[in-house]
């Protein structure tokens, strides 16, 4: 199946996925149309959205926490800013919790990812997802979406490593180690330090990166849709 995205562009596989599953909440996300690719940039609603995980292997490890606001225009919406737990189906693994400080016990409280993933999906319909290295977020949604419901998310994605790629390279500037990470690219564009690996104040920094971004982009004309996503 993953010849088809040589093959049919976003609009064209979203309207076949949601003639072939049944009712859930994934049909729901998808019986709304995703943002026009030709939009101006500002004209667009994203959704920047971060995961705390078991680990980084998006097969076989699983969400432990969501973080997610909307950035709409030029400003980032806190009001409908969200922040949750999920309840894993296996034991927390030491090396993940001392980098995010999830333990067991708390997560034992938290919602089931069937419980969970509905918000989102909800939260996402109509907009752009927006992270920072957005390969992790998005394969992890697709996986859960895939055990849950037994087929894959797909939509368009802004990603804010991605971005600060294209910067290096149109200034012609080497990457050294470490100037893509979130809190370098924020340092470099006079943001202010965030502690790191709480979901929601992940997902906050790296909305506000990318109006940064998109405020410091070279050239006049200000981009379309198609010019900030890595998938569209």
Not at 89 to 95: A, D, F, G, N, Y
Not at 135 to 157: D, H, M, T, W
Not at 204 to 232: N, W
Request: glycine content about 4%; hydrophobic content about 40%; overall charge negative.
């Amino acid at each position: 199946m993953s010849i088809w995205k040589y093959l049919f562009n976003l609009e064209e596989r979203r309207n076949w996925w949601t003639r072939k599953m049944p009712d859930c909440p994934l049909r729901d996300y998808y019986e709304v149309d995703f943002p026009d690719k030709d939009s101006d940039w500002r004209q667009v609603d994203y959704l920047a959205v971060d995961y705390e995980t078991t680990g980084l292997d998006q097969k076989t490890d699983q969400i432990l926490s969501i973080g997610f606001t909307t950035v709409r225009g030029e400003s980032l919406c806190l009001d409908d800013a969200t922040h949750f737990l999920t309840k894993p189906t296996v034991e927390i693994p030491e090396s993940s919790a001392v980098v995010h400080g999830i333990l067991d016990d708390e997560a034992a409280s938290a919602k089931p990812l069937e419980e969970a993933l509905p918000i989102l999906l909800s939260a996402l319909a109509g907009k752009v997802m927006l992270a920072h290295h957005a390969a992790i977020e998005y394969q992890f949604l697709s996986n859960a979406c895939k055990r849950i419901y037994g087929y894959p998310f797909i939509g368009p994605v802004v990603d804010t490593l991605a971005l600060e790629v294209r910067a290096f390279r149109s200034r012609d500037k080497a990457i050294q180690s470490g100037d893509l990470r979130l809190g370098a690219a924020r340092a470099r564009y006079k943001l202010p330090r965030y502690p790191a690996h709480n979901a929601l104040t992940d997902a906050i920094a790296a909305g506000e990166l990318f109006l940064a971004q998109v405020a410091y982009r070279d050239g006049k004309r200000a981009p379309k849709l198609k010019d900030l996503t890595v998938i569209s």
